[in-house]
């Protein structure tokens, strides 16, 4: 399967300003997600 074959595309002026608002939320809400479970990797000090 080649990458293009991957790729979802639609056409954001087909919709309406309410479900243009419902999937920015949901965008915005999906990236808060990530950055909360984001993996913070420690470096030990060597004293």
Do not use: H, P
Not at 1 to 9: C, S
Not at 21 to 46: A, G, M, R
């Amino acid at each position: 399967m080649k990458k293009d074959d991957k790729k979802v595309n639609f056409d954001l002026s087909t919709l309406t300003l309410s479900e243009l608002i419902e999937v920015y939320e949901d965008i915005t809400d999906f990236l808060k997600f990530l950055d909360e479970k984001k993996i913070v990797v420690e470096e030990k000090v060597e004293e």
